[in-house]
């Protein structure tokens, strides 16, 4: 099938824009992707090693209020927490912001498809309030660079990353045979090592048994976290070599034979299935053409994981242009692309005060089903429509849809030019009658927004 520049837009995009051109050709496409990360420098997201002063300053005033309760430094402490605290919230409000902001004005929407898929592919939650709903940008600086790059470096890069250590409890962990175990009754933590394979490589049905997970936890007892970020702990490291998946790696542990380890676990064949499967989930159908997933994978191993090149093989198959739109957008995407399609600039969005980031965007997509930063494990969000068009995530959409937009801008198109701008040729005609018949402009953007048709990609 052929190539569709309103269908790219809206299934391997952020949607359509009536101020952003929709893409003419695959090849402008990936040519775009293959280039500068414009977007990412627009709207910035301060990276971990900025953030992670400022939320320590606040731990560490949160501990001192509690010091002095009930004795009269309390007010002093509670002013400096709070301070910190506003400033934590600002923090979060402007990730919200810069997140949304690039996908309603970016030229290079398949990136910000790509960034979103392999945040997830990595998921990570924060386990301590300071933390939480921060993690996920610090995720994405490790796999930004990478989405046109190769899995291997993007599995090397999240794997290692302080947030992933932490979340994962490798910081506790230590081989049984460690200097450190000898002085300490601590052992292994094989959480890393079981997400590694089961997963970001491998998938559950893999082969690998439960040696392969305990020799690869062994293998990653030197990875550790200092203030300056992740560090190697040869105290911490299990002494002599590890195999994994019938490869023996090197008895004299240090950083570069965890890279080398995982290393390998990217080039492994079942790796290249795993990943090929869920993207072709991801962009076309809950339940893929065998021929698209075959396709993928043949590319992937044939490339060393070049996820370019992988992407592109998506976008040459015929498969991927099926005209029937079988995805359900998760409501981050359907939120975005709303915006997108109204034609509302990205700098309006980044000069919205903390409170109206709250109540416009981060708590009616909680209500919708995708609250901000916290998917329900560490698989991320679910592919399957039934987990998202609920009876309560569909009101919430809806509700969203019919008077959210009216409170962002004044200037609402007429529902009329909102149909052809938001899906353009693959509108139904049930959708046209209804943003013509609509008695005022406010009812027919929501009937637009909340209508089936701009629901799926």
């Known amino acids: 099938m052929p190539f569709d520049p309103d269908l790219c837009a809206i299934r391997f995009g952020t949607g359509l824009s009536p101020l952003v051109p929709a893409p003419g050709s695959s090849a402008e496409v990936l040519a775009i992707l293959a280039g500068p990360d414009h977007a990412a420098e627009a709207w910035h997201i301060p990276p971990y090693a900025v953030a992670t002063p400022s939320l320590d300053a606040l731990r560490l005033a949160n501990m001192a209020r509690r010091e002095v309760a009930d004795t009269p430094e309390v007010a002093a402490a509670e002013a400096a927490y709070d301070e910190l605290a506003r400033a934590h919230v600002e923090a979060l409000a402007h990730n919200v912001k810069a997140t949304i902001a690039r996908k309603i004005g970016t030229s290079d929407g398949l990136r910000e498809r790509l960034v979103m898929f392999w945040s997830d592919h990595f998921t990570v939650r924060a386990k301590t309030g300071f933390l939480r709903h921060l993690v996920t940008p610090y995720v994405e600086e490790a796999v930004r660079p990478h989405v046109n790059g190769r899995f291997a470096d993007m599995l090397k890069a999240v794997e290692t990353h302080p947030v992933m250590l932490a979340y994962l409890d490798q910081t506790n962990s230590m081989g049984p045979n460690s200097v450190r175990a000898q002085r300490r009754d601590r052992g292994l933590n094989e959480n890393l090592a079981r997400e590694i394979l089961e997963l970001h490589t491998i998938g559950v049905d893999g082969p690998y048994d439960q040696r392969d997970v305990r020799q690869l936890a062994e293998l990653l007892t030197g990875l550790g976290l200092d203030r300056q970020g992740t560090v190697y702990r040869s105290d911490h490291a299990e002494p002599g070599g590890e195999t994994v998946l019938g490869v023996t790696y090197s008895a004299e542990a240090n950083l570069s034979t965890v890279e080398a380890a995982l290393d390998g676990l990217a080039d492994h064949p079942s790796t290249a299935r795993h990943i090929s499967r869920k993207l072709a989930v991801h962009f076309v159908s809950e339940e893929p053409d065998q021929g698209l997933v075959d396709t993928l994978t043949a590319r992937f191993v044939a490339t060393d994981g070049d996820l370019l090149e992988v992407t592109a093989a998506m976008l040459d198959h015929p498969a991927a242009w099926v005209p029937e739109r079988q995805k359900v957008k998760w409501p981050l995407e359907f939120m975005s692309s709303a915006l997108r399609a109204l034609g509302i600039a990205p700098e309006m969005i980044m000069t919205m005060e903390a409170r109206h980031v709250r109540q416009m965007l981060q708590g009616p997509l909680a209500v919708m089903g995708q609250p901000w930063e916290t998917a329900p494990g560490p698989d991320?969000?679910?592919?399957?429509?039934?987990?998202?068009?609920?009876?309560?995530?569909?009101?919430?959409?809806?509700?969203?849809?019919?008077?959210?937009?009216?409170?962002?801008?004044?200037?609402?198109?007429?529902?009329?030019?909102?149909?052809?701008?938001?899906?353009?040729?693959?509108?139904?005609?049930?959708?046209?009658?209804?943003?013509?018949?609509?008695?005022?402009?406010?009812?027919?953007?929501?009937?637009?927004?909340?209508?089936?048709?701009f629901q799926r990609r």
Request: charged share 25%; glycine share 8%.
């Open 380 to 453: 991320g969000w679910s592919e399957r429509a039934e987990a998202w068009i609920t009876p309560q995530g569909l009101a919430a959409r809806i509700n969203w849809a019919m008077h959210m937009p009216r409170r962002i801008t004044e200037d609402l198109p007429d529902p009329r030019d909102l149909v052809s701008t938001a899906l353009g040729p693959l509108a139904s005609e049930e959708i046209v009658f209804a943003a013509g018949a609509a008695e005022d402009r406010a009812e027919g953007v929501g009937i637009v927004l909340a209508s089936a048709d």
